[in-house]
């Protein structure tokens, strides 16, 4: 099989480098998309294999197009783009500070797809990443699990809607990443613990966890239309 060309936007560090670091392993050509070019060049520095950056901001959705343009042709596309925005009690959470949720994880999530599909292989793959508040009951996550929600309700639909190609999706629990860096070190120690007590595999998630998820969900040719919860159980105990 010809050598496969994967483009993960949100590439340069957390999940997506994790899963940059996963299909660089097995054989994959790989561009990094981010929007920091100072940390686009850090990540290049841990990474080995047949890799590309490409300079990005997911959410000015207007340059996405172009984007894709000057990469070219692509097997498989992951969207791997955060946002912490819209945590806090739902009496008393602002609907600016949810609308800018969906600014920084749905739009940009449905926009890039929208945009690739030209460039992007008819039987190919397409992954995104959601979230675990999407599914589980978790007090204080309504305006973050919505827009997480919002991008797992696209998996089915654009599975059904643009076959052959694959469409999928993961949900993270708590994973290690620079996600959490509001917190400080011992801040963080505490609430890593107590989420670890809450998930039957008793820790928190690694990066390579979620990466080789995707990876998963990637070279398996026969999974489409699946949201692929990658927790430890943790909804389980929420």
């Avoid at 926009?111 to 204080?140: H, N, Y």
């Amino acid at each position: 099989m010809p050598q496969q060309h994967t483009f993960i936007l949100g590439g340069s560090s957390g999940i997506g480098l994790a899963c940059a670091r996963e299909l660089l392993r097995l054989g994959h050509r790989v561009t990094i998309a981010g929007r920091d070019a100072q940390r686009l060049d850090d990540a290049t520095q841990t990474l080995t294999g047949d890799l590309a950056t490409c300079l990005l901001n997911a959410a000015d959705t207007g340059h996405l197009g172009d984007a894709f343009a000057q990469v070219g042709p692509l097997d498989h596309l992951v969207l791997a783009l955060g946002s912490g925005k819209g945590v806090g009690p739902f009496a008393t959470v602002g609907l600016a500070e949810v609308r800018q949720g969906f600014e920084e994880k749905f739009f940009p999530h449905f926009a890039a797809a929208q945009a690739a599909l030209p460039w992007l292989r008819k039987d190919g793959s397409l992954t995104f990443v959601s979230a675990v508040t999407a599914q589980a009951a978790m007090p204080g996550t309504a305006g973050i699990g919505a827009a997480n929600a919002a991008v797992a309700a696209l998996v089915p639909i654009l599975a059904a809607e643009l076959r052959p190609l694959r469409v999928n999706g993961v949900s993270p629990g708590v994973i290690d990443t620079p996600w959490w860096g509001f917190l400080e070190d011992t801040q963080k120690a505490a609430v890593f613990a107590e989420y670890a007590a809450k998930t039957p595999v008793g820790r928190v998630g690694q990066p390579q966890d979620v990466g080789q998820a995707i990876a998963l969900l990637i070279c398996n040719g026969f999974i489409s239309g699946q949201m692929l919860v990658c927790d430890g159980g943790l909804r389980l105990g929420c």
